[in-house]
């Protein structure tokens, strides 16, 4: 017996082919089938496969289908009744009965059960009106039933009845075992529910669920069946009762795919050419063309460029966001820049890609030496650390990234007229739409015309402004419709009558126009009469899917052989090259080349370039998306897993520069330990590159997948790797003291603690440290302190101790500590070498040398010792510049500023003040930019602008409090006490003091009390409390001096002296003056100093003979 199928020889009596499967039997009966038969001549069961539809069940799938499922009623009254061998020819003459009606609607009998049929619409071809067709199935089967019915009742008063239900869903079947079609495994819910439907329906009566319901709506007379618990279903159906068919309408969902030729939108064109006459003018224009898949934007698109690509004065640039990218920062940029503006070669060393930025930087006139290195770093060509960005912020490097890319176009504007086209902006990635934020503030005075294209879910959130226009597309009036209709049928002269019918099916979307036209040709349904081609059957026939979903499926299942390929390919992406398809092991690779020509014929694919750089592009994403779903959980698994391991081994370039890739095809694929490296891997180059976004978008993906690693030590570590990650981008993004940095370091120190000790725990330790230091909880941060001081000592690694002394001594500083402060700072700067400890700084954030310095500037001003604190911060700011490194250079001048706080000098302070501000601003350092505004307004108000400096002030703490900070807000608040009091507004002054008392008190902040306490003495002797006044100073000087806190005592005594002049006390603030200033060694021209010497007298002051030793 040959195969009609594959021609392979077979046994006489085989009953599949042995060579692809194809059945020979019928399945109902057994009985042998003749060759070209439809039906068995023993049942009638439908036998057969259309040849187009082998390529559908060469693997398994996952399918919509419509089931129906049909029962005889009462079969176990009617078994008492009958002779078995007339039950037996009944049952015969149902199931062939069933099988005509099913056959004449293209369906197909999946298995016989008992007294059940289950039939199934949509596989192995599927067609655009399934759901339709089984409910004309099923009312055919109950109408032809009706004559067995009736002679059954004639001849022996039994009653004879079935019941159908349908039901349309998610059937998965796997051909893999190679069974043939018609015995091919299901499996899903749906059938099951289909089955309930069935049981839940009257004798003689057709019910269908409410998912059959929606595709079928208007095409049939229906009533409400009422919301049903069906058994063995966990969640009730709503069921419709079909009573007979209707007239028909055309129901299909706007969706896209292919391109659709351009015809009824010269409203939208001429609005279009306006705008673009308008920018060629020099006022430029934003157009945002909003509407849903395959409406027809990219056709609007197309029509604009060929307008602008005839005028030789213009230029074009297009851009296209990606759905894998969206998480990638500057994706559409990059490839760009790489394909079109630079032309990269796959064989260009990174020398020649440099020389090729350095040309691209010069024809633009851009500074080569910003400019070049900024580009460089955005398409990872190395260029080394030896060049002018080399010490930018991650955040400033981006954004000198966008003003330089902003300025490119600009330039060209300036020369040309501009039409700058992104496509798809519901995938833009965030750093690419602040860019286009940035530019489109910059259009109304260019000559450029910025064209973009959205689905309706991207909300612009551009001012609505005179150059902007937002443009909605919709569906094309009938007269267009045929057009479109007549264009891609191209010589191909249809009759109207086959217009009328494919406009009929087509609601007028596009993109359903050309499809539903294409697939008319491309199938045998077309006879030419008299010129012109009319449809030799009905077109519902042909099989056109009610959505996008279905469509594809159709096409794909017509191309024979290719489906695979497609499938592979959608896994890929919309975009595939043929290089890695090629690459990627497996059956698909036999006659590649030609398969996907074939997908190209078919307008499934597009195909650009040449080989071997050629690329194929799905001609819409949905189609991709359509191909892609299709496939097998399992067999997704196995193609994302091959393409990984083939990105890996054979494309490591792509592994470098888009880890996000590896990480999402890892992911898909299930290897979960590939996929969360990748993740931290592309979360740690985000932050690199100062996208902070997709950074913490990266690193959130791998968190979510790390709990669901099998080896829990793996998993620890992995986890602890990515909160130790996240947590600075989450800083950056959110501040030091956001709630969600405090749980990040939380459940990283949980994890640490299980783990033992090493680097990384040293670094968790570290941000729970600076996350409790923000927030005020000293005793904490002291304990994580003391912690990493133990980690260091034990390991002997001197990175570690460096970082430990400092952060103690910072702590202790703030608790009162400050000859301990004051020996853990001078430790860590003896320690530190800039060579070898500068690189801590891009782990935790800032220079150990500088911080230790800045914070022993502090202690050395507390224990008494201004000129040493000066020193102290002089070292800090010329390290930090020495080192290029701007986030230490923030916290030097910063540091400084402070010193002249605690000096009283209020003309010094305010010039650090601005100067921070300037770079702070610049820098985008929030936490020093709201120091040095409180800090300005302080100075302001002293200087005599006191509503201004009020008003400075408290905008500074209303910053400071919004990013979380705690720590230092006492003294915030005393200084805005002091400017409150100069406004005379002592009730206010006095109260934001006890607020700084309070807080300081709490949390043990005791730097911060003593000094605030000097603060409220002084206010509370302007009050005129002055008994009030002097106990708080008589206190603030006692405690001052056991902690040997001199600048206090002597701030605290200067002011107890004033307190005095009116006052009977015998305590005397001038001998208190004169002995705490006796004790000083240096700093005699302080302003603080400078007024206590005018309350003591100029004896007080000791000479440089008088003091010999060596300053502490």
Known sequence: MKCQICSAEN????????????????????????????????????????????????EGERRHLSVMFSDIVGSTALSELLDPEDLQTICRNYRATCSKVIGLYKGHIALCIGDGILAYFGYPAAREDDARRAIQAGLGVIEAIGEIRERLLRETGAEFGVRVGIHTGLVVIDAADGKDVLGSPMAGNTINIAARIQSAAEANTLVISSATHKLTRGFFEAVDYGVHKLKGISQAVQLYRIIHESTARSRLDAASGRLTPLAGRDEELRVIFRRWHRAQEGSGQVILLSGEAGIGKSRLVLALKERAGNDPASWLIEWRCSPYHQDSSFFPVIDFLERVSLKFERNDSPSTKLLKIEGFVLQYGLDGAEAAPLLASLLSVPIGDQNETAALTPQRRKQKTIETLIR?????????????????????????????????????????????????????????????????????????????????????????????????????VPLFLEELTKALLESNMMLEKDGRYEISAPLHTLGVPATLQDLLASRLDRVQGTK?????????????????LAAIPGRHKQGLRTKLERLVQAGILYHKGESPDDTYIFSHVLMRDSSYTSLLKSRRREYHGQIAETIEEKFPKIAETRPELLAHHYTEAALLRKAVEYWLLAGTRASRQSATKEAISHLRRGLALVEMLPEPALQASLELELQAAIGPALIAVKGFGDYEVGQVYARAGEISARLGDGPLLFRVLWGQWVYYLVKDDLQKARSLSLEMKRLGEQSGDSTMLIEAHWTLGDTLFWLGKL?????????????????????????????????????????????????????????????????????????????????????????????????????????AYLFWLHAATIVRGWAIANLGDTAKGVAILEQGLRGWEVIGSIIVRPVFLGLLGEAQALCDDLENALASVEQGLNIARTHGELFSELYLQCIQGTLLNKDGREPEAERTLRNTIERSLQLDARSHALFAAVELA?????????????????????????????????????????STILTDDQIYHRLP
């Open 564 to 580: 695979v390929v497609a499938q592979l390919a959608a896994t890929i992406g919309r975009e595939i090259t043929y290089e890695m």
């Open 408 to 508: 490119i176009l600009l330039k060209r504007a300036w020369r040309q007229p501009v039409l700058f086209v992104v496509e798809d902006l519901h995938w833009v990635d965030p750093s690419t739409l602040e860019l286009l934020d940035q530019l489109i503030a910059q259009v109304p005075t260019q000559r450029i015309l910025i064209f973009l294209t959205s689905r309706p879910q991207f909300v612009p959130h551009w001012p609505q402004e005179q150059q902007f226009a937002k443009i909605d597309l919709h569906g094309l009036s009938k007269k267009h419709a045929a057009e479109v209709i007549r264009r891609v049928a191209d010589n191909n002269d249809l009759a109207p009558e086959a217009i009328d019918q494919i406009i009929a099916r087509t609601d007028c």
């Open 819 to 923: 000859q301990e402060s004051r020996a853990n700072l001078e430790r860590a700067i003896e320690l530190y070498e800039p060579q070898k400890h500068h690189a801590n700084a891009y782990i935790y954030g800032q220079d150990p040398g500088v911080a230790a310095y800045c914070y022993a500037g502090y202690t050395y001003f507390a224990l008494g010792f201004p000129e040493k604190a000066a020193a102290a911060q002089q070292s800090a700011f010329r390290l930090a510049q020495s080192l290029k490194h701007p986030f230490s250079i923030g916290w030097a001048l910063a540091f400084r500023f402070m010193i002249d706080v605690f000096n009283r000098d209020h003309a010094s302070a305010l010039e650090a003040a601005d100067k921070t501000i300037a770079y702070c601003t610049e820098q």
């Open 11 to 58: 046994a006489e009596n085989a009953r599949f082919c042995n060579q692809c499967g194809t059945p020979f039997a019928c399945p109902s009966c057994g009985a042998l089938k003749e060759p070209g038969v439809d039906f068995c001549s023993q049942c009638g069961t439908v036998l057969s496969v259309e040849q187009s539809d082998r390529s559908a069940i060469d």
């Open 1058 to 1098: 004033d307190a005095q002049r009116h006052s009977r006390s015998g305590f005397d603030g001038k001998e208190t003056v004169k002995r705490i200033l006796t004790s000083y060694q240096e700093g005699f021209n302080t302003p603080l100093a400078k007024r206590a010497q005018e309350i003591a007298g100029p």
